[in-house]
């Protein structure tokens, strides 16, 4: 499939010189979503954790990989993509972590962040903050439950390199600055990209669910509008937002893509895709145990006496197999021939 990707810039060129009244318009979207959200809200938190990877962030754990793993996952999952990514690769490079590990682990904590998950999808698009408490369980579950496995393996990089000594605050505050902005440009060219490209397909999308579908698979943002604009019921709603949000969308995996040089895109799509239908299986599940986001929930003792019920036996089914997917596509064999 590799071989064909040159070949997609030049169909989306011609779809530009085709339809550029929508591909003008889908630019001026994709502009508008990076300055008026993605900009503001991002750099700061890039300038910080790089400020902080200046300083020293990686050796605060010493000479321990696991330990300066687990710090990384935290960070991650609470500061977003594509910050997972950025920390990721700094382990890689410092050599905490080798590229495969690296590249397996990516698409569990590499996602959107909590506040993208409150503000955005429980309080503004599904008006309930209380929507948040089963979406999160779901979301960070699944990526503490799957990223769990690596620590118990043997880290092939425990002899970590020597470490280069911190640089001064002054130098690391503008170098940290100075590479926030590039990557901030780098990001905001991906979302110009998935939107521009959202935008030329619309035309032949002939319905609301087919549209909400190709903004998800496209640009997040754009997306969980899309989606919680259909008329679905809530537990649904809920659940199909929080998988989209898991799998992010391609505008987010180009992001990861220029923050870790080396990922193969498809692959890493395809987990991700994987990756979203477990959080959103997940999410369906335990949405019956927060009775204080729906009224049609409102009995735990109702949700066990229907444990057993035929539904929930086909849902446990897909869980369990959409689990032991991931779990496999993140892990893959132990051998002992590793990418360094």
Known sequence: MNHLLPIAPILLLLALLLSPAAALAGAKQGLSLW????????????????????????????RHPRGQL?????FSL???????ANLLHALVEDGSLSSRDGARLLPVVNGVGPVFLLSIIASELLKNKALFLPMAAAFYGCAMLLSFPF??????????????PSMPFADALATAIEESMLDMLRIGGCILFACTLLSVMRPFLTS????????????????????????????????????AAAF??????????????????????????????????????????FPGVAAAFASRQDVLQRGLSLSALILSSALSAAFIGVLSLMIGPRNTNHLK
Do not use: H
């Open 248 to 289: 992010g969308g391609l505008s987010l995996g180009l992001q990861t893509l220029c923050c870790f040089p080396g990922l193969k895109l498809i692959p890493y799509l395809l987990k991700k895709l994987l990756y979203g239908a477990l959080v959103g299986l997940v999410c369906y599940a335990l949405f019956p145990l």
């Open 78 to 84: 609470l500061s977003g993509a594509p910050n997972g």
């Open 151 to 164: 620590f118990l393996r043997r880290n092939r990089s425990d002899r970590v390199r020597d470490r280069v």
């Open 208 to 243: 609301a669910a087919a549209s909400a579908a190709a903004a998800g698979a496209m640009e997040i943002s754009a997306g969980a509008s899309a989606m919680a604009a259909l008329s679905l019921p809530l537990r649904v709603k809920a659940s199909l937002l929080i998988g």
């Open 35 to 62: 300055w008026g959200s993605v900009f503001p809200s991002l750099l700061p938190s890039f300038i910080c954790l790089k400020l902080a990877q200046k300083l020293g962030l990686l050796r605060l754990c010493g």
């Open 70 to 74: 687990a710090a990384v996952i935290g």
